[in-house]
């Protein structure tokens, strides 16, 4: 793979969008938080806007992206993101950046990170050899790794040590190399015929044809019926729901708990969410060679619990020292390394299973469902801070976490062996 120079653009632009993301995600909260003195609502309010896409838009992405060239699609995700923080900075710049400039940048980004992530996903299928599907999956999730060690580093450090509108241009600047690295992808790239044929077609009425629905609609029924008719696959996405939007609620609070309980700069905050990234790296390492050893669903259900079980160990901290960010850094390395092998083993269970023609759909769907409850537990979270304070909050929001493992063990993942599951079959 990596002698195949288009793989490697993908590898390359991915990567460097995958640092604008990650830099985004923590630029945008910590200039309300530091900046403007966004309170625990409007921070839940921010995040929630950010997130609302993903609801919104997963399901028209994957009819999209099943049949556009994903290379396409990337590219324009990218000149979206940069113009839309390209125009934040400007308004920083201008002294206009404020609440309402932050909510719809947080929004046009997190609407086009949607296309490209489907985008980025299906590409991969159309790229290399199914047997060479989780080499090609640990690489690109091996560099979204890479991203989460870089991209709060540098997003913390920029909001503490320079200014809002610099913190807002890096991002934007990112994007516009992963748009150039993208963009040189010279592949031909087949798109997957139409899958209608694979759903059972019922007779076409010969009287008031008016009443058949728009295309994309009958793609994004089809993406729902196959996932849905899959018990793995309908496993993942309950056992991500949970997951998501308890995580969601974690982070509202946890953003708030770092610099106001625990009274950490900016650059400290940076470092200990930075930490979930060397974790992840390690995490797509294992990933190429636990399942195979002990078996998928022993290793879903196992890294689950370890790593979302991590959290539980923040609301006991107290005070800026040392070894508080220490610790903090420890429970970001070992969240990162577990959840990462759940996500990298899950994307293989998930893509082995899924025809090629289907996989945008698939993909969009599970992204729908798994974290399309994610602006809810964001303002979840910023009530919960209000009404209970940070501590408590923290706690009972990261004991929600678990029920994801416990979701997972109670379903056909974890009975899944060491070798991927036959890609089901769809009747005509």
Do not use: K
């Not at 993101?81 to 719809?104: D, E, K, N, Q, S």
């Not at 509202?252 to 470092?271: C, D, K």
């Not at 160990?313 to 040392?322: D, E, F, K, T």
Request: charged residues 15%.
């Amino acid at each position: 793979m990596w002698r195949d120079r288009d793989f490697r653009r993908l590898w390359v632009g991915q990567t460097v969008s995958q640092l604008g993301e990650h830099t985004t995600l923590v630029v945008l909260p910590l200039c309300a938080v530091l900046t403007l003195g966004a309170g625990a609502g409007e921070l839940g309010v921010l995040r929630a806007v950010g997130q609302a896409p993903i609801l919104l838009l997963s399901l028209l992405a994957g009819a999209w992206v099943d049949r556009w060239r994903t290379r396409t699609v990337m590219v324009l995700a990218d000149v979206g993101r940069a113009l839309a923080l390209g125009a934040a900075a400007v308004a920083g710049l201008l002294g206009a950046l404020g609440l309402p400039a932050l909510l719809v940048a947080g929004f046009a980004v997190g609407a086009l990170s949607v296309f490209f992530d489907v985008a980025y996903q299906a590409s991969l299928v159309r790229l290399v050899e199914r047997d060479q599907l989780v080499r090609g999956n640990s690489a690109l999730e091996g560099s979204r790794s890479a991203a989460q060690i870089a991209g709060p580093a540098l997003g913390g450090a920029l909001v503490s040590l320079l200014s809002a509108p610099i913190a807002a241009a890096s991002g934007a600047l990112l994007f516009a190399l992963s748009f150039l690295s993208i963009r040189r992808i010279r592949r031909s790239e087949s798109i997957p015929e139409p899958t209608e044929q694979l759903s059972q077609r019922l007779p076409e009425p010969t009287q008031e044809p008016q009443r058949r629905p728009p295309r994309v609609w009958r793609r994004i029924r089809e993406g729902l019926r196959f996932v849905v008719g899959d018990s793995s696959l309908r496993a993942v996405c309950l056992a991500s729901a949970a997951f998501q939007f308890s995580l969601a609620a974690t982070m509202t609070v946890y953003l708030l708990f770092l610099p106001r309980e625990l009274h950490l700069s900016g650059t400290a905050v940076g470092l200990a969410l930075a930490a979930t990234g060397p974790g992840a790296l390690l995490g797509s390492l294992l990933a190429a060679r636990l399942p195979g050893r002990f078996g998928h669903g022993v290793v879903l259900v196992a890294a689950a619990a370890l790593g979302d079980g991590a959290f539980l160990l923040v609301p006991a901290l107290h005070g800026s020292s040392a070894g508080t960010v220490l610790a903090l850094v420890a429970v970001s390395l070992v969240f990162g390394t577990f959840g990462q092998l759940v996500n990298v083993t899950v994307m293989g269970v998930r893509q082995a299973l899924t025809p090629d023609g289907m996989q945008g759909r698939a993909a969009a769907t599970i992204t729908f469902v798994g974290m399309g409850l994610t602006p809810l537990g964001s303002l979840l979270g910023g009530f919960l801070a209000d009404e209970w304070g940070l501590r408590l909050s923290l706690a009972v929001t990261a004991a929600g976490m678990l029920l994801s493992p416990l979701l997972m063990a109670l379903s056909p993942l974890a009975r899944l062996g060491r070798t991927l599951p036959a890609r089901r079959l769809l009747v005509v």
